[in-house]
T-cell receptor, first 112, second 113 residues
Framework: NAGVTQTPKFRVLKTGQSMTLLCAQD?????MYWYRQDPGMGLRLIHYSVGEGTTAKGEVPDGYNVSRLKKQNFLLGLESAAPSQTSVYFC???????????FGPGTRLTVL | KQEVTQIPAALSVPEGENLVLNCSFT??????LQWFRQDPGKGLTSLLLIQSSQREQTSGRLNASLDKSSGRSTLYIAASQPGDSATYLCAVMTTDSWGKFQFGAGTQVVVTP
């Protein structure tokens, strides 16, 4: 039981490049989340999903897209990376409302 | 919009002392509140989840209380150890933000031997 995993762990991009971050969970959770964590700002919600095939915007969705084609996977895409997207990205999952969130180990992204 | 505040941003205590960490929220219509621990360069580890109908939740040396009327939760860690050094975050789900949590910025704790 691996819990929540994220790929890759580190990435350096140049401005304008695109990439996809993969989150996978093996707990059969319905809810999945993408957050970014920046110094002094806590975690901010980018996008989330309440089940397979669904996505919704969070607090800071601009510049990101997501997809949840399979229940166990939640993908975060950056179409044209900007230095402001330099951050640590965390994925989380939750079985149902009222349950705990479980987090992945994070992806550290630097955009030059 | 729910605002979640954790004060102080950092504190240092000697080993053996009890830790008291605060989490304040502006909207008392919460569904639940979750406490996390984060070690440097790592993800968040869930410590305690307290539902809106509960006044407290306990796990080992950890105890979390919830007072919705005053918009406050407190995490107590008894007999602190150097291994308790980490950043502690709280996250609140309000009843009208179904499925979404609002996080505090965290309290960085250092326990000195």
């Amino acid at each position: 039981n691996a819990g929540v995993t994220q790929t890759p762990k580190f990435r350096v991009l140049k401005t304008g490049q695109s990439m996809t971050l993969l989150c996978a969970q093996d707990m059969n959770h319905e809810y999945m989340y993408w957050y970014r964590q920046d110094p002094g700002m806590g975690l901010r919600l980018i996008h989330y999903s309440v089940g397979e095939g669904t996505t919704a915007k969070g607090e800071v969705p601009d510049g990101y897209n997501v997809s949840r084609l399979k229940k166990q996977n939640f993908l975060l895409g950056l179409e044209s990376a900007a230095p402001s997207q330099t951050s640590v990205y965390f994925c989380a999952s939750m079985a149902q409302v009222g349950n705990e969130q479980f987090f992945g180990p994070g992806t550290r992204l630097t955009v030059l | 919009k729910q605002e979640v505040t954790q004060i102080p941003a950092a504190l240092s205590v000697p080993e053996g002392e009890n830790l008291v960490l605060n989490c304040s929220f502006t909207d008392s219509a919460i569904y639940n509140l979750q406490w996390f621990r984060q070690d440097p360069g790592k993800g968040l580890t869930s410590l305690l989840l307290i539902q809106s109908s509960q006044r407290e939740q306990t796990s080992g040396r950890l105890n979390a209380s919830l007072d919705k009327s005053s918009g406050r939760s407190t995490l107590y860690i008894a007999a602190s150890q150097p291994g308790d050094s980490a950043t502690y975050l709280c996250a609140v789900m309000t009843t009208d933000s179904w499925g979404k949590f609002q996080f505090g910025a965290g309290t960085q704790v250092v326990v000195t031997p």
